[in-house]
């Protein structure tokens, strides 16, 4: 079975940086796509941003520039740094992994918990 725990959300000013995190753990065989999803109150949950197993990345227009995403593919781990955070990237930020478990079928979709950033003054 896998876990898949968010952390390092938080309280930060506008222009403030942030670091989420987001580990898998369990009978991992493979990692393939990870993403970063967010919702605000009201809003529907959008895509922030890509990474493939290769590295390829890919963001939302309103976070490029001010984003990164990257992965450790040794520790399973996904990371979104943050930067020049505005107030209307509050919001819960949720991880997507596509894994393949040992015994498990192939390239099924595990969603973190959620962690809330607040971007306020």
């Known amino acids: 079975q896998v876990q898949v725990v968010e952390s390092g959300g938080g309280l930060v000013q506008p222009g403030g940086s942030l670091r989420l995190s987001c580990a898998a753990s369990g009978s991992i065989f493979r990692i393939d796509a990870m993403d970063w999803y967010r919702q605000a109150p009201g809003k529907q949950r959008d895509l922030v941003a890509t990474?493939?197993?290769?590295?390829?990345?890919n963001y939302a227009d309103s976070v490029k520039g001010r984003f990164t995403i990257s992965r450790d593919n040794a520790k399973n781990t996904l990371y979104l740094q943050m930067n020049s955070l505005k107030p209307e990237d509050t919001a819960v930020y949720y991880c997507?992994?596509?894994?393949?478990?040992?015994?498990?079928?192939?390239?099924?979709?595990?969603w973190g918990q959620g962690t809330q950033v607040t971007v306020s003054s």
């Open positions: 990474i493939s197993r290769g590295m390829i990345t």
């Open positions: 997507k992994m596509v894994i393949t478990t040992i015994s498990g079928p192939p390239l099924e979709d595990y």
